[in-house]
């Protein structure tokens, strides 16, 4: 990689800026705390953090005490952390999450680190910043819950340290608004850089081995991830902060019978239902399209970071995939076929040593403070090399199915990629004219 110019720098940022932050300009951003470790953007970090939600000491304390309380949830079983366990990369380990009473979810627990700087939070981008999401886990059924903010305020109003607390910091009683204010600011304080990769970028060479640098060459070349996953000054994270469909729900269901079926259950702009929809019911599955009502984003999902992916499986927003050769298996055969299917995935044709290349090169995108346990990861990982559900060498090398330069034209006898719910022509409500006797 090498330094965008000037010019091409400030343009690219510009137009970041514009597609997905929507924080007024006249807003002035806290100061980043510095020094910044190397691969966090100075940057971004102005972009993603106005003035107002500055992460001070008090607030990152109390956020980062409420972080870890269990007494936010029902029964007292449950907290942020049990879901996003600091020690285990903020994630859980587990395909999908568990909330109270052991229910399962329908997702997997993303990381909170640098969650701070996504454009957007959640698999399908439903909140848009920290403090609205926070606000969710705590009311949502099979997670944390409570039935209603009056009844967290109300619980955290007889925890005498809180109200102490609370006056302390926000100079009030407890609100809402201000726990979510203070659990945002200590995620604030979760950024990660300092991967063995970000001393490859920065020069040292011998940083990266000769496995790990054909990896990275794979990756921004035949292997074509940096399409959706490029890693460079303007995109810090290896994600483009976007939404696609590379077919990981595809092989659970008929994708256009399920969106005529959720375009009639979604109330317009109720964020709580849309969380509902997405952890508890199969209308999980239609991704950003809960969000956005867009044909184009049935069954899309957020592009997540790269950053520390190495400790965080498994993998995808359902969990389905085990390890990161699953992964590599899944996007090399072109991912799974359905009609909307992103146009950026095709056969890649990759052979099993470049496969463990850029597996290797993947695994050095983890905090070095996490090395011993990127490590058992990564040797763990290994170790089920021999199961491989998702491999289909024939289909990725091209002996098998569509060959990847054109795409194949559906079959429209058995059904039309555009005919959707209320879309198409079929749900279109009748003139009032034939209701009339
Ligand atoms: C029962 C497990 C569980 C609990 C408890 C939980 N989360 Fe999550 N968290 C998840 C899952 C699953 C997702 C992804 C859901 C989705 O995208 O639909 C998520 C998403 C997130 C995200 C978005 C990250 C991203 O990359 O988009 C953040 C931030 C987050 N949680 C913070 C919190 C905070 C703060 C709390 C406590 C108030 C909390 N979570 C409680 C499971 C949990
Ligand atoms: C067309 C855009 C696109 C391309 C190309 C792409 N990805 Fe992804 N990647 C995504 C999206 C979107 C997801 C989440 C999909 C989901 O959960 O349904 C994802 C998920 C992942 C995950 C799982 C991360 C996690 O936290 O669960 C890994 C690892 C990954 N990609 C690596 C790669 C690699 C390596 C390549 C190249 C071989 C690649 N991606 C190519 C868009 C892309």
Redesign the pocket.
Known sequence: MRTPSGVALSLAVLLWVHESHAAPETQSSAPPPSPLPSGVSAVLWKLSVPASAAPTPERVALGEK??NDKR??LDDS???A???DPNKGFT?GKP????VKGQK?M??????LN?LF?A?????G?SST?ED??KL??LNP???AMPSPEAVVTKLRGIPEYVTAFQAVFKRDITYDDLASA?AAF?RTQFSGNARFDRFIHGETNALNASERRGWALFNGKARCNSCHAGNAVSPLFSDQKFHNIGVAAHKQDFPQLAREGVKVVRLGDERQI?EL??QTRF?ELGRFLVTKQENDVGAF?T??LRNVGITGPYM?DGSLTTLWDVMDHYNKGGVANPYLDGGMQRLGLTEPEIDDLVAFVFTLTDERFTKFNGQELARQRARKGQRPERDTAVALGKKGNLGDLAPNPDLSVKNPADIGVYGTETLPKPASTKQP
């Not at 999908?96 to 909330?99: H, N, Q």
């Not at 997702?107 to 909170?112: A, D, E, I, K, Q």
């Not at 957007?120 to 399908?124: K, L, R």
């Open positions: 409420l972080f936010l949830s449950t907290s942020c049990t879901c996003h859980d999908v999450a568990e909330g979810g997702r997997n627990s993303p990381t909170v969650a996504n957007s939070q959640f698999w399908d439903r920290l999401q926070a886990p705590i099979i997670e944390m659990i995620e969380d997405a952890l999980s957020k997540p970071t927003h």
